[in-house]
């Protein structure tokens, strides 16, 4: 499987709102992390997030045999594809008629998984035209791109009328924008009684101030990452009660703890085991409903 395309298939939309999102719009066309790509390549889907649950050592097998490496990359994607999949049973009530909108879709893995599972139409929005065009190669490729689309647009001014998404999430994104920003265009999209989950890295409060690991971490990938508290301040403010929030530090360590081992290390792998083992880091899914 081709690991990049190439071809432009979404249409120009115009530039986002700050110079800021301008550079990160530039980031992601620019990324091309073979953590990103190889781990896709094993079946097809392509995540930008990390993963959870426990290690299977016996799929890994022998350090030393040759196709251990692979087996490594396989495994890692399992864990990632489990997080979209955890992210996904919080969703609440969703039929195939409803509409579903990933935030910060990347290059479409989780809004594949989310149609698979619900058969929804899910719309993506990312603020890179690289992302968007792969995503809905992707979609094309398996079927269901009258179903599944990334567009390259805000999600801070989102193209959805008002009360039109039964569901909405960030996988890993909100730590671009500003959160109350971000949870009114939540709210205005999402129709009463509608869920909005975001599985994200923050800032533990109860340290004091972002470690020094946390702010490797937004050196890493220029971002702003947001303290708990922040979170659920802002969706206090927007409408949006908290049903359900669970600590996954515990359950993401593995992941990092292998993919250090692997061929694929990017450098910031210190930083996120030594941030979550301190306490200064968490990653946290939290699930609310719009009111």
């Not at 930083?271 to 939290?286: E, H, M, P, R, W």
Request: hydrophobic share 35%.
């Amino acid at each position: 499987m081709t690991t990049e395309l190439t071809t432009a298939t979404t249409p120009f939309v115009p530039a986002p709102a700050s110079p800021y999102q301008g550079d990160i719009a530039r980031y992601w066309d620019h990324e091309a992390r073979p953590v990103n790509l190889a781990l896709g390549d094993v079946d097809g889907l392509y995540h930008h997030h990390y993963g959870i649950g426990d290690v299977d050592h016996a799929a890994l097998g022998d350090r030393a045999d040759s196709a251990y490496e692979k087996r490594l990359i396989a495994e890692l994607h399992r864990l990632e594809s489990a997080q979209t999949g955890v992210l996904l049973d919080h969703l609440g009530a969703v039929s195939d008629g409803d509409t579903l909108v990933d935030a910060g879709c990347g290059r479409g893995g989780s809004m594949v998984m989310a149609h698979q599972r619900y058969g929804a139409r899910v719309e993506g929005l990312t603020l890179s035209a690289k992302q968007a065009d792969f995503a809905n190669r992707r979609a094309g490729e398996l079927g269901i791109g009258d179903r599944v689309r990334a567009q390259v647009r805000n999600m801070l001014d989102m193209p959805f009328e008002s009360g039109q998404a039964a569901a909405s999430w960030n996988n890993e994104s909100s730590m671009y924008v500003d959160l109350h920003d971000l949870f009114a265009e939540h709210s205005r999209v999402l129709r009463a009684g509608g869920r909005y989950v975001t599985i994200t890295g923050c800032w533990n409060p109860r340290y004091g101030q972002p470690s020094k690991w946390v702010s490797q971490i937004n050196a890493h990938f220029e971002c702003n990452i947001h303290s708990r508290r922040e979170y659920l301040r802002a969706m206090a403010d927007n409408r949006l009660v908290p049903q359900t929030v669970i600590d996954l530090t515990e359950q993401t360590l593995p992941y990092w703890e292998l993919r250090a081992t692997s061929s694929l290390v990017t450098g910031i792998e210190e930083a996120f085991i030594n941030s979550y083992k301190d306490g200064s880091f968490q990653y946290v899914l939290i699930a609310a409903d719009r009111v």
